[in-house]
C-alpha cells in the first residue's frame, strides 16, 4: 500500500512541475549594455579620496 502512495505522489510531482513549466514561458533575461557602465566609471570616487592629491599627503620612500 505504501509503494503505491509513494509512486503516486511522484507521478503527482512531475505532473505538477511539467504543468507548471508549461505555463510559466522562459523568457530571456534583460541586460544592461556595457557602454552605459563605462560612462559612470569617471564619476566612481573613493568616500576618503581628497579633492586634489597633494604630494605632501604621501610619505617619501
Avoid: C
Avoid at 15 to 32: D, G, H, I, M, S
Amino acid at each position: 500500500m505504501m509503494k503505491w502512495l509513494f509512486v503516486f505522489l511522484l507521478a503527482l510531482n512531475v505532473f505538477y512541475y511539467v504543468w507548471n513549466q508549461q505555463q510559466t514561458p522562459l523568457r530571456a533575461k534583460e541586460v544592461t549594455p556595457l557602454s552605459l557602465y563605462k560612462g559612470d566609471q569617471n564619476n566612481i570616487r573613493l568616500l576618503h579620496e581628497p579633492e586634489t592629491p597633494s604630494s605632501e599627503a604621501m610619505p617619501r620612500q
